[in-house]
């Protein structure tokens, strides 16, 4: 989903980060992790087998597999107690192609350790994670933050709050038909944004709650092209150039039968969500945003696993233009396509070569547009590239590499941790 810019730049990196070690580690159906599958294998990683358990007691950590001795993070993640460095390569074209995000992760036990779900299976209960970060890019964009997230375990009620100052500088592309030109300008913003959410998840499978973003803006125009004195530039400047508040509620639904939070080799995960910001919760914006994501992952066999990822935006009523849905592809820098409506289709197939070794390759179509009407006017936005993964921790499938990817204008490398298609 497209995010107010500070939240979806720095926050997005460093607390989607803590919220799926939580999620992956101690998460709704993760269970202790068994020794016997192999570092090829494609099947679930995360099972139950009896007698075996994260360890309890401090010892020291291997950087080696209990299989194939290959280099593994695995037994530091299921003993990780206390601090846990975790830096992170920012490559966002839209950031200056280059930075990196250095974040301080604490990690709490939880109290119960184990204990059953709806089915009667043995599942981690959930720690208490709490970070601080702080990131830089080449383009001068930098910020702070911390977050924290945990379980009310009585009722099942999941919940996170994360905080953080932001000075990003992002460019703008507008068409302009008149002149047959596409002109960009560079703004600033400096935000202060806060996030809170809470989500209960039911019968392993589904999930509900809610997501409250506020955020202090001011938003100022640092450069332009040479069309500087072009109208419309004067009048966006005019409208953005001040302090604004942003206060958003946001209701969400879930499903999710995904094998695995990081790279999935199976299973579905659809989310349906609505952003209403309001002069009632106290925003200088009214309008509302709705959106569906579907990720899909199947097998086809063993070594070739085939994914698809379909989402659809539409934002109603009068948002900041930092708000519009975006279109969001590797290859494709950030906020470089807008509209009301944004539309999007990405398909990526992955294929184990040898023992822990990926190729990953990728393409996608998507459009963006004001109305459906102009649907069929509207260009083609399309990415196309390729990669690597290496199955870095295997008791939990974790997979790291890195993809290149080509858009209409322009491409980009990144650093992946887990899927190209991580979200929140």
Same mark, same amino acid.
């Given at each position: 989903?497209?995010?107010?810019?500070?939240?979806? $730049?720095?926050?997005?990196?460093?607390?989607?980060? /803590?919220?799926?070690?939580?999620? &992956?580690?101690?998460?709704?159906?993760?269970?202790?992790?068994? #020794?016997?599958?192999?570092?090829?294998?494609?099947? /679930?990683?995360?099972?139950?087998? #009896?007698?075996?358990?994260?360890?309890?007691?401090?010892?020291?950590?291997?950087?080696?597999?209990?299989?194939?001795? &290959?280099?593994?993070?695995?037994?530091?993640?299921?003993?990780?107690? @206390?601090?846990?460095?975790?830096? $992170?390569?920012?490559? +966002?074209?839209?950031?200056?192609?280059?930075?990196?995000?250095?974040?301080?992760?604490?990690?709490?036990?939880?109290? &119960? =350790?184990?204990?059953?779900?709806?089915?009667?299976?043995?599942?981690?209960?959930?720690?208490?994670?709490?970070?601080?970060?702080?990131?830089?890019?080449?383009?001068?964009?930098?910020?702070?933050?911390? @977050?924290?997230? %945990?379980?009310?375990?009585?009722? @099942?009620?999941?919940?996170?709050?994360? !905080?953080?100052?932001?000075?990003?500088?992002?460019?703008?592309?507008?068409?302009?038909?008149?002149?047959?030109? +596409?002109?960009?300008?560079?703004?600033? *913003? =400096?935000?202060?944004?806060?996030?809170?959410?809470?989500?209960?998840?039911?019968? #392993?499978?589904?999930?509900? @709650?809610?997501?409250?973003?506020?955020?202090?803006?001011?938003?100022?125009?640092?450069?332009?092209?040479?069309?500087?004195?072009?109208?419309?530039?004067?009048?966006?400047?005019?409208?953005?150039?001040?302090?604004?508040?942003?206060?958003?509620?946001?209701?969400?639904?879930?499903?999710?039968?995904?094998?695995?939070? *990081?790279?999935?080799?199976?299973?579905?995960?659809?989310? $349906?969500?609505?952003?209403?910001?309001?002069?009632?919760?106290?925003? #200088? *914006?009214?309008?509302?945003?709705?959106?569906?994501? %579907?990720?899909?992952?199947?097998?086809?066999?063993?070594?070739?696993?085939?994914?698809?990822?379909?989402?659809?935006?539409?934002?109603?009523?009068?948002?900041?233009?930092?708000?519009?849905?975006?279109?969001?592809?590797?290859?494709?820098?950030?906020?470089?396509?807008?509209?009301?409506?944004?539309?999007?289709? +990405?398909?990526?197939?992955?294929?184990?070569?040898?023992?822990?070794?990926?190729?990953?390759?990728?393409?996608?179509?998507?459009?963006?547009?004001?109305?459906?009407?102009?649907?069929?006017? !509207?260009?083609?936005?399309?990415?196309?590239?390729? %990669?690597?993964?290496?199955?870095?921790?295997?008791?939990?499938?974790? &997979?790291?590499?890195?993809?290149?990817?080509?858009?209409?204008?322009?491409?980009?490398?990144?650093?992946?941790?887990?899927?190209?298609?991580?979200?929140?």
């Amino acid at each position: 989903m497209s995010k107010i810019i500070s939240v979806k $730049v720095f926050g997005s990196i460093f607390f989607i980060l /803590l919220l799926n070690i939580q999620n &992956q580690l101690y998460g709704q159906g993760a269970t202790v992790l068994q #020794d016997s599958i192999k570092p090829d294998s494609t099947e /679930l990683i995360i099972t139950w087998q #009896d007698g075996v358990k994260p360890d309890t007691e401090k010892h020291k950590v291997s950087f080696k597999d209990s299989l194939d001795g &290959q280099f593994d993070l695995s037994d530091l993640l299921i003993n990780a107690h @206390g601090f846990v460095p975790v830096p $992170v390569l920012i490559t +966002e074209p839209a950031l200056g192609g280059i930075g990196g995000l250095l974040a301080g992760v604490f990690m709490q036990p939880p109290a &119960q =350790r184990v204990k059953m779900n709806h089915k009667g299976h043995p599942i981690l209960g959930r720690p208490t994670i709490m970070g601080v970060g702080a990131m830089y890019t080449a383009n001068n964009s930098w910020g702070v933050g911390g @977050g924290y997230t %945990g379980e009310w375990d009585k009722i @099942g009620l999941i919940y996170s709050v994360a !905080a953080a100052y932001a000075d990003v500088n992002m460019d703008f592309y507008r068409e302009l038909p008149l002149l047959n030109k +596409e002109a960009h300008a560079t703004f600033n *913003f =400096r935000a202060v944004p806060v996030y809170l959410s809470a989500r209960k998840t039911f019968l #392993d499978y589904f999930g509900a @709650g809610l997501k409250y973003v506020f955020c202090y803006m001011d938003v100022t125009l640092s450069d332009k092209d040479t069309l500087q004195g072009h109208y419309y530039f004067n009048q966006l400047v005019e409208k953005v150039e001040s302090k604004k508040i942003i206060s958003r509620l946001t209701p969400i639904l879930t499903f999710d039968s995904r094998d695995n939070i *990081f790279s999935p080799n199976n299973g579905i995960r659809i989310d $349906v969500q609505m952003d209403w910001s309001n002069k009632v919760l106290g925003s #200088d *914006f009214n309008y509302i945003q709705a959106g569906a994501e %579907g990720y899909g992952y199947w097998q086809v066999f063993k070594p070739w696993v085939a994914s698809l990822r379909l989402e659809w935006e539409q934002i109603f009523n009068n948002p900041a233009f930092y708000m519009l849905p975006e279109i969001q592809l590797r290859g494709v820098p950030a906020y470089r396509y807008q509209g009301n409506i944004t539309t999007l289709a +990405e398909t990526e197939q992955r294929v184990n070569i040898y023992k822990r070794w990926w190729l990953v390759a990728f393409g996608g179509l998507a459009k963006a547009f004001d109305s459906y009407s102009d649907f069929s006017d !509207a260009d083609w936005v399309y990415n196309y590239g390729g %990669g690597f993964r290496y199955l870095i921790a295997r008791k939990f499938g974790l &997979q790291m590499g890195a993809d290149v990817g080509f858009g209409p204008s322009d491409w980009g490398v990144y650093v992946v941790f887990g899927s190209g298609w991580l979200r929140d």
